[in-house]
C-alpha cells in the first residue's frame, strides 16, 4: 500500500468523505488525510507543498466558497457537487466532477493532477545548480535554528515568499542567508 499524503478528502458528511476515499483506494490512490470541516482541512494543508484536494462544496463549519482563497494555488482541487452548486466556483481554480460521481472519473482526475505536481517538481528541480540547492539547504539550516521552524516549515516559509514577490526561491535563500 502507498500512502499519498497529499491526497486530501474533506467533505462535510462522513459517510461522503468514507465513501470517497474508498473509491480512490480502488483505483491504488490512498488518501493522507480525511477531514470534514474548511478549518481542519486549511490547517493540515499548512503541512505539506502541493496536493490534490478532493472535497465537497459544503463542511461542516463552512463552503468551499468561503475557503477557496485561503487554499495555496499550488493545491488542486476536484470538487464533487451538483450542477448548480459548483457553478459558483471559480473555473481557474476548480476541476469539476458531477455527482452522481464516476470512480473512474475521479480516479482519473486525482491521478492527473498528481502526476502534474509530480512533473512541476521535476522540471523545477531540472533548472536547480547543485551550488543553489546547497545555498537553499544552507537558507532552510539558518531559519531552522534561529526561528525553531521544522524542514518542513522552513521550506514553506521560503516557497511562500517566492510565490508573494515573484522571486525565484534561490534569491528567497540568499537574502536570508546575508
Do not use: W
Request: charged share 20%; proline share 2%.
Amino acid at each position: 500500500m502507498i500512502l499519498n499524503n497529499n491526497i486530501f478528502v474533506a467533505f462535510g458528511s462522513e459517510k461522503v468523505a468514507s465513501k470517497v476515499a474508498a473509491m480512490l483506494k480502488t483505483g491504488g490512490l490512498f488518501p493522507g488525510v480525511v477531514c470534514h470541516t474548511g478549518s481542519s482541512l486549511l490547517a493540515r494543508l499548512n503541512q505539506f507543498d502541493e496536493g490534490v484536494i478532493v472535497c465537497g462544496t459544503r463542511f461542516k463549519d463552512t463552503v468551499l466558497l468561503d475557503v477557496i482563497d485561503y487554499i495555496p494555488d499550488y493545491f488542486h482541487i476536484v470538487a464533487v457537487g451538483t450542477m448548480d452548486t459548483l457553478d459558483d466556483l471559480p473555473n481557474n481554480r476548480v476541476f469539476k466532477l458531477t455527482i452522481p460521481l464516476n470512480r473512474t472519473d475521479l480516479i482519473c482526475s486525482v491521478s492527473m493532477l498528481l502526476n502534474l505536481n509530480n512533473h512541476r517538481a521535476l522540471i523545477h528541480n531540472q533548472f536547480r545548480t547543485e551550488n543553489e540547492e546547497m545555498i537553499i539547504q544552507q537558507a532552510k539550516g539558518v531559519l531552522i535554528h534561529k526561528y525553531h521552524m521544522t524542514e518542513e516549515q522552513a521550506h514553506r516559509y521560503m516557497q511562500t515568499k517566492s510565490m508573494n514577490t515573484g522571486e525565484k526561491m534561490i534569491n528567497i535563500a540568499r537574502l536570508i542567508l546575508s
